[in-house]
């Protein structure tokens, strides 16, 4: 085969090989193995994965003596433990918080349309409040002058009352006694 050709060759392997450079991430879940002593020549007691909970005994050189939540005691290579919650528990947790807080959103615009419907309302009452008030002015207005009006013709009625009263005495006594004399 000549130089050209294994070039050739090697140029269409790299094309049927795909993308060199495709992206993708370690997995989050780590299997390690708690043993009966501080070192590999000691037997498997249990496997852990990332996440479970252990409480820390004691430490020799590179090992760490653990306690499992279900009471088994066992080593465990030191680096592998760590005070902070690892992803998966810390995501199980904010999905739950993003869960909640999603339906407490959903909630807030339940009752935000419900209040926008209430605004409204209350806009149409005060229209109408308004309309009520502009014809309650106007009829106390009319109402003033049927006062007067009425107050006039009470006066008037009276002074009717009264002239007659007095002509009809008038007119008794000149019966009675004669003409009375200015």
Known sequence: MSARSVRAAFLLGLLLAGPASAQEYIRDEIRLNMRAGPGVEFKILKVLKSGDSVTRLARQKDWVQVRTEDGRQGWLPT???????????????????????????????????????????????????REMEAELSRLDTSLANWRWMVAGAVLLALGLGAGLLVARLFNLGSRHRGRLKL
């Not at 959903?106 to 229209?127: F, N, P, S, T």
């Open 79 to 129: 680096g592998y433990t760590t005070s902070d919650a690892p992803a998966r528990v810390v995501l199980a947790g904010v999905r739950a918080e993003l869960a909640e807080a999603r339906q407490r959103i959903e909630q807030l615009d339940q009752a935000l349309e419900v209040q926008a419907g209430e605004i409204g309302e209350m806009q149409e009452l005060r229209r109408r409040n």
